[in-house]
C-alpha cells in the first residue's frame, strides 16, 4: 500500500480562510451580547497559530469593529503577528484589524475591578522625563489606592493603562522605563498631558533619525551610527540579526578608516549589501573600530535575505568579511546603541 504524505496546513492561512465563515456570527453576536459560544472557537484559531497569542474584539478607528491578534509583549511572537496582518484582507465599513492593542481612552474614564479593589481610573496620574539619549519617556503610575494594593497588582495596572492610553505599539516604540508608585510622585500629571508628550515625540521621528556616537573599546577610539529609535516594533518582521563586519586595510593612526577606505566601505554597504536585502531587511546601526567596521542588519528570518546579505558579504576586495547571524526578535545584539 502506498501512503501519501499531506502537506502541513498553515494555520495563518487557515485562520483567514475561516474567518468568513464566522464573521456573520461575530458581528451578530457584539451587537446582542451573546458572544460566550463562539469565544472557544475563535481560540482554537489563535492558538493554532501560536498558544501565546492574545486576542480581542474592540470598537474600530474607521470601521465599526477591529479584531487584534498581539504577541502579548512577547517580542518572539512579532514576526508572526505582522504575517497574520499583512495578509488579513482590506479594512472595510465594518471591520478592521490591528496587530497590537489600539489606544482606548475611554477606558481611562471608567472604574475596575482588579485583586478586590474598584479603582476609578480618572484618578490615575503618571509622571514622566524625556529621555533624550534614547528617544523613549520613562513613567512612573500613581494611584491613590496603590498603598491598599500588592506591587504586582500596581505594575498590571500601570502596564494596562499605558497600553489603554498609548495603545501597545506606542508603548513600545516611545515609552522606556516604567515604574509605579504609591505615593504621588514629583510632577504626576493627567494621562492625557503623556499622550500628548508621546505624540511630540512621535511627530520629532516622523522621519527616522541617525545619532553618531564614539568612545573607546579595549583601549581603540569607537565610532558609529544608530537609528533612532532603536526599537524592534519598528521592524516586526525582522527577527534575525545578521553581523556583517568588514575589514579595511587604509587606517588612520587610531585604526579608523582613511578617507579612501571610508568611501569604499560606503560604496559597498549603498551597493551589494543594501541590495541584498530586497525588502526583507534594514541596516539598523554600525560600528567602526581597530580596522574592522560591523553592519547591524535585522533580516526577515523566513525570507532570503540572510543568506544573501551572507553572499554578498564575500564579495567584499578589501580583507577579510565575517558573518555572523542569530534570532534576535528583541534587538538585543544592538541593546548597548539603543
Known amino acids: 500500500m502506498i501512503f501519501s504524505r499531506g502537506r502541513k496546513q498553515d494555520p495563518v492561512v487557515e485562520f483567514w480562510a475561516w474567518w468568513p465563515t464566522i464573521r456573520p456570527a461575530v458581528t451578530a453576536a457584539i451587537s446582542t451580547g451573546g458572544f460566550e459560544p463562539l469565544t472557544p472557537q475563535i481560540s482554537k484559531r489563535v492558538a493554532a497559530m501560536h498558544k501565546d497569542l492574545t486576542w480581542e474584539f474592540s470598537k474600530g478607528g474607521?470601521?465599526?469593529?477591529?479584531?487584534?491578534?498581539?504577541?502579548?509583549?512577547?517580542?518572539?511572537?512579532?514576526?508572526?503577528?505582522?504575517?497574520?496582518?499583512?495578509?488579513?484582507p482590506a479594512a472595510d465599513p465594518e471591520w478592521e484589524f490591528h496587530t497590537a492593542r489600539q489606544p482606548d481612552h475611554d477606558t481611562l474614564s471608567a472604574s475596575i475591578e482588579i485583586a478586590g479593589a474598584k479603582l476609578d481610573l480618572e484618578q490615575l496620574r503618571f509622571a514622566f522625563t524625556r529621555d533624550e539619549d534614547s528617544a523613549a519617556i520613562d513613567v512612573v503610575g500613581h494611584h491613590p489606592l496603590f498603598r491598599k494594593l500588592p506591587e504586582p497588582v500596581r505594575g498590571q495596572i500601570t502596564f494596562l493603562s499605558l497600553d489603554w492610553l498609548l495603545g501597545e505599539e506606542g508603548v513600545e516604540l516611545w515609552i522606556g522605563a516604567v515604574d509605579f508608585s504609591a505615593d504621588e510622585p514629583a510632577g504626576a500629571r493627567d494621562p492625557l498631558e503623556l499622550a500628548a508628550a508621546v505624540d511630540a515625540l512621535r511627530e520629532e521621528y516622523r522621519e527616522p533619525k541617525w545619532v553618531v556616537f564614539s568612545g573607546t573599546r579595549r583601549g581603540d577610539p569607537v565610532t558609529g551610527l544608530a537609528q533612532r529609535p532603536l526599537r524592534a516594533a519598528r521592524w516586526p518582521r525582522f527577527d534575525t540579526h545578521v553581523a556583517v563586519t568588514l575589514q579595511y586595510s587604509g587606517r588612520n593612526g587610531d585604526?579608523?578608516?582613511?578617507?579612501?577606505?571610508?568611501?569604499?566601505?560606503?560604496?559597498?554597504?549603498?551597493?551589494?549589501?543594501?541590495?541584498?536585502?530586497?525588502?526583507?531587511?534594514?541596516m539598523?546601526?554600525?560600528?567602526?573600530?581597530?580596522?574592522?567596521?560591523?553592519?547591524?542588519?535585522?533580516?526577515?528570518?523566513?525570507?532570503?535575505?540572510?543568506?544573501?546579505?551572507?553572499?554578498?558579504?564575500?564579495?567584499?576586495?578589501?580583507?577579510?568579511?565575517?558573518?555572523?547571524?542569530?534570532?534576535?526578535?528583541?534587538?538585543?545584539?544592538?541593546?548597548?546603541?539603543?
Open 62 to 88: 474607521e470601521a465599526r469593529h477591529a479584531l487584534v491578534v498581539s504577541p502579548g509583549g512577547n517580542p518572539a511572537l512579532r514576526a508572526l503577528v505582522a504575517r497574520w496582518g499583512a495578509l488579513a
Open 255 to 282: 585604526g579608523l578608516p582613511s578617507d579612501e577606505a571610508l568611501d569604499a566601505l560606503r560604496a559597498f554597504e549603498d551597493g551589494p549589501l543594501e541590495a541584498a536585502l530586497h525588502g526583507d531587511g534594514e
Open 284 to 338: 539598523v546601526a554600525l560600528e567602526t573600530s581597530g580596522g574592522a567596521r560591523t553592519l547591524h542588519y535585522y533580516v526577515d528570518g523566513e525570507s532570503a535575505a540572510g543568506d544573501d546579505l551572507t553572499a554578498a558579504a564575500g564579495g567584499w576586495p578589501d580583507g577579510k568579511a565575517k558573518v555572523k547571524r542569530a534570532h534576535d526578535p528583541g534587538f538585543e545584539a544592538v541593546g548597548h546603541l539603543s
